[in-house]
């Protein structure tokens, strides 16, 4: 009869703190990059082609169970950084969320 050691069975919980990066999660760094300096049409382009990576994990945090990040939530990261840097567009987003505008 063999029994279940305390080297075997399920791992509940990570303790080493590992992430592994996956092959698209690369990919999708390096289009960030990219679109930091191209157009801003090119950014969201590439953002919303990233969301039909849906299942698709760019990285992976062992140490918080196994969750995976994905590549459209890596790029949103590229995405607000990009368009936060034009002046018109922060203006923009201002207006919108000002008192008596529909994003108020």
């Known amino acids: 009869m063999t029994g ?3 080297d075997q ?3 509940y919980c990570a303790s080493d703190g590992n992430m592994s990066v996956e092959v698209i ?3 999708a760094v ?3 990059f990219i679109a930091l300096y191209r157009d801003q049409s090119f950014i969201v382009y590439a953002f919303v082609c ?3 990576l849906g299942s698709a994990a760019a990285l992976i945090l062992e140490s918080l169970g ?3 990040i994905s590549p459209a939530s890596l790029l949103l990261v590229f995405v607000a950084y990009r368009l936060m840097r034009d002046p018109s567009v922060v203006r923009g987003a201002l207006e919108a969320v000002g008192f008596g505008r529909p994003g108020f």
Do not use: D, F, W, Y
């Open 4 to 6: 279940i050691g305390p």
């Open 66 to 68: 196994g969750a995976s």
């Open 25 to 27: 999660g690369i990919v």
């Open 9 to 11: 069975g399920p791992k």
């Open 30 to 32: 390096l289009i960030g």
């Open 50 to 52: 990233s969301t039909l």
